[in-house]
């Protein structure tokens, strides 16, 4: 069963920052990961998708790394700003059933 | 296309009442996923549709959940006899599977069990 894990579970950094958000998952035998952004109350807003092929993905500030092998993904988040304040959810697609699994999320404060 | 719709967004029912929620996918999308989250956890998966086939039931759901996605497009959940503990926000995905695996979320129906 796929096991995905986030840390830190929460953190808060200055405006400006660059800073890592980690996920590991058990199950390497992925198709694809998700990095997703959740605010308070709302649904989940898709960031980046990493395919299993892939080693990372960047969207203007924002870059994903994908190490299959070893089970683990981070993103990273350059200058953040206060809009950044969010819970990111990291979701491994998985190779044998197809289903997202997801981690509990980081939940992060950018402090103005 | 506005994306991925959930309805009723707000649901606050009495304990012992069945409740039914609608998810409209992105049109064309063949796969449909429902998820549960409660407070400070990430979603727990449910159950998921290729098309109206469903693949698979989460262990989580008992016999008193019960999807169905009968011409392929949009998706209920319904709850029997719900309790307390059903309390949560239920979300929907959708994706174009073969082509493109990336998940669109809906915004979520929030159910209170009083």
């Known amino acids: 069963k796929q096991e995905v894990t986030q840390i830190p579970a929460a953190l808060s950094v200055p405006e400006g920052e660059n800073l890592v958000l980690n996920c590991s998952f058990t199950d390497s035998a992925i198709y694809n990961l998700q990095w997703f952004r959740q605010d308070p109350g709302k649904g989940l807003t898709s960031l980046l998708l990493i395919q299993s092929s892939q080693r990372e993905q960047t969207s203007g500030r924002l870059n994903a790394s994908l190490d299959k092998s070893s089970g683990r993904s981070t993103l990273y988040i350059a200058a953040s700003q206060p809009g950044d304040s969010a819970t990111y959810l990291c979701a491994p697609g998985e190779d044998r059933d197809d289903k997202i699994i997801f981690g509990k999320g980081t939940r992060l404060h950018i402090l103005p | 296309d506005t994306g991925v719709s959930q309805d009723p967004r707000h649901k606050i029912t009495k304990r012992g009442q069945n409740v039914t929620f609608r998810c409209d996918p992105i049109s064309e999308h063949n796969r449909l996923y429902w998820y549960r989250q409660t407070l400070g956890q990430g979603p727990e998966f449910l159950t998921y549709f290729q098309n109206e086939a469903q693949l698979e039931k989460s262990r989580l759901l008992s016999d008193r959940f019960s999807a169905e996605r009968p011409k392929g497009s949009f998706s209920t959940l319904e709850i029997q006899r719900t309790e307390q503990g059903d309390s949560a926000m239920y979300l929907c995905?959708?994706?174009?599977?073969?082509?493109?695996?990336?998940?669109?979320f809906g915004q979520g129906t929030r159910l209170t069990v009083v």
């Open positions: 995905a959708s994706s174009l599977f073969e082509r493109n695996p990336q998940a669109f």
